[in-house]
């Protein structure tokens, strides 16, 4: 449906992006998942044309977008902060957006905005946090896109709307097959609904494949040695999740066989094999650079 070529940006001499390359399916809910300023905001601007990439293309449904403008109707990007809404209400989004979007649905829109007992008169910059968030995915849904680009959409709210959220995500993608590809720090929530994950890291994208899949290429590993070999693991570039005297757990790639051999030979008198979690799998992969 939605598919990224080769695209490459550079911001200020510095290559933000590089050949990155992906494709989208119909009904899937997609996490993108890097460290701040990884270039995740940067891609999704790239794909809606807010930004211009500096090579590749983006197409959907083989047409270019940026040849087609008339196809970002069927792309809708919410970004993490959107002030353009801020002096507008309810009501006069939904004029607005109307003209631009012509298969937006309004009747759809109320009953989401009556569902969540949305105020309909307020300013969108009078409202909270959670309001905000709801106020906005709800426009998104309402104009009917085929995909939705999600930037940190539940950042700063409370777990009840969050909840809601997530599982308005869900219903949309159920009931309506739309294509979400969602940018989160909040990695349980990624975890939750997303079937695809996909890393930004050093400017291209890595281990793109089904969640399921990607949490059984990792082990991690629950030890104690007879003494602290805290340095030498350390030297080894194990990820060290935590380290309580001479109690450790870990957490390897499954093709670290070299790794794993290593770690057993230092003898330990406890080891137990765990599954993993998409947050383990993010210090593992990130967080390694800086910590051990």
């Known amino acids: 449906m939605l598919a990224v070529k080769n695209l490459t940006k550079i911001i200020d001499g510095v290559k933000v992006l590089d050949h ?17 300023g990884s270039g995740k905001t940067t891609l999704l601007k790239c794909i809606q044309q807010i930004t211009l990439p500096d090579a590749g293309e983006i197409l959907f449904e083989n047409v270019s977008i940026a040849h087609h403008p008339l196809v970002k109707r069927k792309l809708f990007y919410m970004p993490v902060h959107n002030s353009f809404y801020d002096r507008f209400s309810y009501r006069e989004l939904i004029r607005i957006l109307k003209p631009i979007y012509p298969d937006f649905d309004v009747t759809y829109a109320n009953e989401l905005i009556n569902r969540y007992e949305l105020p309909e008169s307020k300013k969108f910059r009078e409202l909270s946090t959670g309001m905000k968030k709801q106020l906005s995915l709800i426009l998104a849904f309402a104009t009917k896109p085929a995909v939705i680009l999600l930037d940190e959409p539940t950042d700063g709210i409370d777990a009840v709307t969050r909840h809601d959220l997530l599982q308005l995500m869900i219903d ?14 909040r990695l349980e929530d990624i975890e939750r609904i997303c079937s695809r994950i996909g890393f930004l890291e050093d400017n291209q994208l890595t281990n793109m494949m089904e969640q399921d899949e990607l949490k059984e290429d990792y082990v991690k590993i629950q030890a104690a040695f007879e003494e602290d070999v805290n340095l030498e693991i350390r030297k080894q570039g194990i990820a060290i999740l935590d380290a309580t005297g001479v109690f450790y757990t870990f957490i390897v790639s499954r093709s670290e066989v070299d790794k794993i051999a290593w770690l057993k030979a230092l003898q330990p008198k406890v080891w137990h094999e765990l599954p993993v979690s998409l947050e383990e799998i993010f210090i593992a992969k990130f967080g390694g650079k800086r910590r051990w």
């Open 20 to 36: 990155i390359s992906f494709e989208l399916q119909q009904g899937e809910i997609f996490g993108l998942l890097g460290r701040n």
């Open 172 to 185: 949309e993608v159920a009931e309506r097959e739309t294509t979400i590809f969602i940018t989160s720090h």
